[in-house]
């Protein structure tokens, strides 16, 4: 099947800790983006990628840090310097033939306690 | 970051009736996308537009590149109890790599 996976989809962890999200599609795609979003909010943009070795920050990339080793993976970590990183985390992907069209993963919930 | 004006913002609705949402913003887009997401899932894309004045159905969902290319609107007929959901617009500027969101309209349907 094709289509992008995150895990896991439950993450809890202790306040002060680093947390790494998985990201990975099978899609071909090249491009790679990670957005968070909060009850009742919009998605806002973290980081994105359009191509392996290369990634640029979104609109609140304060905290957060990414790299993009492989074409089809985009990890996220939540480092302890994101002051509120409680939220649920989505990736997406886009490939060059479905021009500005995103598809996005099942999302992760982290809870920091 | 810039966000589209979507509206309304939530909307409560009986079983088979026909619903309509929409999205606008000041500034020109090529692309508009509409998708929808259920409670603690991912968006799934619903509908994409490429070209003014586009109208395009998927099923009972229809929606409309405006001609300006500064709106899009999206009609749901005969809602169902599984329309429940927050639907999200979505537009491409030429030149950038991001999309830009509207902020969501939250959809209830009463059996």
């Known amino acids: 099947d094709g289509g992008i996976t995150q895990s896991p989809k439950y993450l809890f962890r202790k306040e002060g800790q680093n947390v790494t999200l998985s990201c990975e599609q099978n899609?071909?795609?090249?491009?790679m983006y990670w957005y968070r979003q909060d009850p009742g909010q919009g998605l806002r943009l973290i980081y994105y990628?359009?191509?392996?070795?290369?990634?640029q920050k979104g609109d609140i990339a304060e905290g957060y840090s990414v790299s993009r080793e492989k074409k089809e993976s985009f990890p996220l970590t939540v480092t302890s310097a994101q002051k509120n990183p409680t939220a649920f985390y989505l990736c997406?992907?886009?490939?060059?033939?479905?021009?500005?069209?995103?598809?996005f993963g099942p999302g992760t919930r982290l809870t920091v306690l | 970051g810039q966000q589209l004006n979507q509206s309304p913002q939530s909307m409560f609705i009986q079983e088979g009736e026909d619903v309509s949402m929409n999205c606008t913003s000041s500034?020109?887009?090529?692309?508009w996308l509409w998708y929808k997401q259920d409670p603690g899932e991912g968006p799934v894309l619903l509908i994409a537009?490429?070209?003014?004045?586009e109208l395009t159905s998927n099923g009972r969902l229809t929606a409309q590149f405006g001609i300006t290319r500064k709106d899009s609107f999206l009609n749901i007929s005969a809602s169902i109890p599984s329309d429940v959901g927050i639907y999200f617009c979505?537009?491409?500027?030429?030149?950038?790599?991001?999309?830009?969101f509207g902020k969501g309209t939250k959809l209830t349907v009463n059996p």
């Open positions: 899609l071909n795609h090249d491009a």
């Open positions: 537009l490429y070209k003014a004045g």
């Open positions: 997406a992907s886009r490939g060059t033939l479905t021009t500005d069209t995103q598809y």
């Open positions: 979505a537009g491409h500027q030429g030149g950038s790599e991001k999309l830009v």
């Open positions: 500034s020109i887009f090529n692309t």
């Open positions: 990628s359009q191509i392996v070795n290369d990634f």
